[in-house]
């Protein structure tokens, strides 16, 4: 399959109070703000992606979907074209984007569980990358949680020609690029933002940006840690104000397509290097907040009481 996506650029939140939510991104998280319109923040890492998160503000946080990348019109045009022919729900066909998110050229069309996809070429970069190891360099991986996680890895892969790395009796990891995963799907109760990672530059700047959030009064909800298994990424959770579980990462295994093995649960379950899902880890497990966070549960109970102290 030529026409294939070929990374993920980031994803799109609505926050119930934008201006919290923009100051934990920026201040604590090491994000910064790339630009805003119409009532969008979009905000970027340290590389050349135009920007990694986009905030907007509504009366329930929700996860609005991953934005992904496509190497030039012609692709965008045929995965527009495959989008429509697998029977998705085609928001808009190809166009000129709105100068605000870094223009380009791209679409959009939902999954059949509502999840929207938006691809896109020709957005416009940064020039001034700044090399510091201490904040996000790039988006790394978004986990998806999806209850119907083999309809929506058909999609990812025979739509958008993601290919699949491996799997868990919990996830399916796909990838784009060199990154052993871009996308994944958590098998559980969707739709829905398991959690979203961004990408350090080395292991000492992933340390000291979770020192940071500390410092910051953020507890560290899991890790730090490197998994046993699929990706062999180091981690660290956090929580956002909105229950959105977000991720450090770096030193995600890189894979080559013509020599990478797929690997099945029942795989991993026989030759997980280690049992507990990580090489090393400094932790007592993922906090029972996270799990809240990660299943969607406390976004749910946020917006629910946010609601409460309104009415
Ligand atoms: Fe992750």
């Known amino acids: ?14 926050v119930r109070d934008l201006e919290q939510s923009v100051r934990f991104y920026t ?29 907007r503000e509504a009366p329930k946080s929700q996860f609005l979907g991953v934005n992904l990348a496509a190497p030039n019109q012609a692709v965008v045009d045929a995965l527009h074209a495959r989008a429509q022919g697998f029977g998705a729900d085609v928001v808009n066909a190809p166009h000129a ?15 059949p569980d509502g999840i929207m996809q938006s691809v896109s070429c020709d957005v416009r970069g940064h020039a001034d990358c700044v090399e510091d190891k ?20 058909s999609f990812f892969m025979d739509l958008l020609g993601m290919k699949f790395s491996d799997e868990t009796d919990g996830i399916t990891f796909l990838r784009c690029s060199p990154d052993h995963h871009s996308v994944a799907l958590a098998k559980v109760d969707g739709p829905g933002l398991h959690h979203m990672a961004f990408e350090l530059p080395n292991l000492d700047g992933l340390l000291y940006a979770a020192g940071h959030m500390r410092d910051n009064g953020y507890n560290l909800e899991h890790g730090p840690g490197r998994h046993s298994g699929p990706g062999a990424n ?3 959770f956090f929580i956002d104000p909105n ?4 991720e450090y990462t770096t030193e995600m295994e890189q894979v080559d397509d013509a020599t990478y093995p797929k690997r099945s649960a029942q795989w991993w379950r026989e030759n997980r290097p280690r049992q507990g899902h990580c090489a090393w880890g400094i932790f007592d497990g993922p906090s029972p907040l996270l799990r809240k966070a990660r299943n969607g549960h406390l976004i749910e109970e946020l917006n629910e009481r946010a609601l409460a102290a309104t009415a």
């Open 243 to 246: 229950g959105f579980a977000v």
């Open 97 to 111: 984007l709105e100068g605000g998110a870094g223009g380009g050229y791209g679409f959009s069309f939902r999954t």
């Open 27 to 55: 201040q604590a998280w090491g994000l910064k703000v790339a630009d805003r319109h119409n009532g969008v923040v979009y905000l970027r890492a340290n590389g050349p992606e135009h920007h990694v998160l986009s905030l």
């Open 234 to 236: 180091v981690y660290t």
């Open 134 to 153: 201490k904040k996000p360099y790039k988006f790394s991986h978004a986990v998806i949680r999806a209850a119907n996680y083999e309809m929506l890895g």
């Open 1 to 14: 399959m030529n026409e294939r996506v070929t990374g993920v650029r980031g994803v799109n939140l609505a």
